[in-house]
């Protein structure tokens, strides 16, 4: 079984930054794309930003200019760094992960394109 889990949520004020970390245990996959999505407080959940294998990226245009996806395939570890944090970002923030081909540069945007996912962490950013 994959498992992952998100680190680095917290309150900020805004304008500030922060950076979650996404760490994968378990039956680690060879290789994977993903995904990081966010659901607000009576919201669905939404997609935030995707990275391949091969680190192509995407983001939903809420997220460009501020936010910046990336990964540490050898150490199993995915990022995003957000910063110009804004408090309509307040939310949980899920990583997921799926399996892909070798050095697969598709992106996944679709919350349903992934199998495996994190516990989410807390971001609340103060106005």
């Known amino acids: 079984q994959v498992q992952l889990v998100e680190s680095g949520g917290g309150l900020v004020q805004a304008g500030g930054s922060l950076r979650l970390s996404c760490a994968a245990s378990?039956?680690?996959?060879?290789?994977?794309?993903m995904g990081w999505f966010r659901q607000a407080p009576g919201k669905e959940r939404e997609f935030v930003a995707a990275?391949?294998?091969?680190?192509?990226?995407t983001y939903a245009d809420s997220a460009k200019g501020r936010f910046t996806i990336s990964r540490d395939n050898a150490k199993n570890i995915g990022y995003l760094q957000m910063n110009s944090l804004k408090p309509e970002d307040t939310a949980v923030y899920y990583c997921?992960?799926?399996?892909?081909?070798?050095?697969?540069?598709?992106?996944?945007?679709?919350?349903?394109?992934?199998?495996?996912w994190g516990q989410g962490t807390q971001v609340t950013v103060s106005s």
């Open positions: 990275i391949s294998w091969s680190g192509d990226n």
């Open positions: 997921a992960v799926r399996s892909v081909t070798y050095y697969s540069g598709s992106v996944y945007t679709r919350h349903d394109d992934y199998p495996y």
């Open positions: 378990g039956r680690t996959l060879s290789y994977y794309a």
